[in-house]
């Protein structure tokens, strides 16, 4: 499938508030994928966190995912503060929109794949989606500060450029990972039990 153009990421928030406003109808060029996420988090100092995505395009989807979104829907941002780090899988870029809206509006990271080589194809998941923020996973994984009907992760994906279809609306699913805190204790422990059974049956 060929590539649409993709739009500027200066006329995102137009665009987005123009199809809001006026309500009007789009010919789309392709259906939009069927995507799914999972988000990890990592806890790297009393105050930083990073958090980690993989992106899912299911096997029956109609379309690869060229375009990942995330906090985001058309008009409103979620972040509680803008990220201090991201990172990026290979082959796709990433940027802080502009559609940050002020003190009453949050903030969002769009992902673009740089060529359809690089797109999430269907039955395909793409991990390398990272960024590093101060905000806390209550607030991350909870609902949004400026937003409360709406999850903080909520996201869009898109075949191509942002746009290019209906989109396609989703929240990653929370994985949970033990802490390396909880590791170092846990260690321990474990050992300990085990040598109490060793010693029992000796």
């Known amino acids: 499938m060929r590539k649409i153009p993709r739009i500027p990421r200066g006329v995102a928030r137009t665009a987005a508030l ?12 392709a259906s939009p994928p069927t995507a799914t996420a999972t988000v990890s988090e990592i806890q790297l100092s009393p105050t930083t966190y990073q958090y980690s995505l993989t992106l899912n395009d ?15 829907v058309p008009g409103k941002d979620f972040l509680t ?3 201090t780090s991201i990172t990026s899988p290979a082959g796709w870029t990433a940027t802080l929109p ?32 990272t960024f590093i923020s101060t905000d806390a996973p209550s607030s991350v994984f909870g609902n949004s500060s400026f937003y409360p ?14 746009f290019s279809d209906a989109g396609t609306q989703f929240v ?11 590791l170092g204790i846990l260690a321990p422990a474990a050992l300990l039990l085990l040598r ?7």
């Open 81 to 83: 503060t803008s990220p």
């Open 172 to 182: 990653p699913t929370v994985v949970v990972t033990p802490e390396p805190l909880s």
């Open 58 to 72: 299911a096997l029956s989807s109609p379309s690869p995912i060229g375009t990942f979104w995330m906090a985001w």
């Open 149 to 162: 009907s709406f999850a903080t992760l909520t996201s869009f994906a898109y075949d191509a450029a942002p």
């Open 98 to 129: 502009p559609t940050h809206g002020g003190s009453t509006d949050g903030y969002a990271i769009q992902w673009i794949a740089s060529s359809a080589s690089s797109d999430d194809m269907a039955g395909g998941s793409l991990s390398g989606f």
């Open 196 to 202: 109490r059974r060793t010693a029992r049956k000796a």
């Open 18 to 29: 123009a199809l809001i406003v006026t309500g009007a109808g789009t010919a789309w060029a």
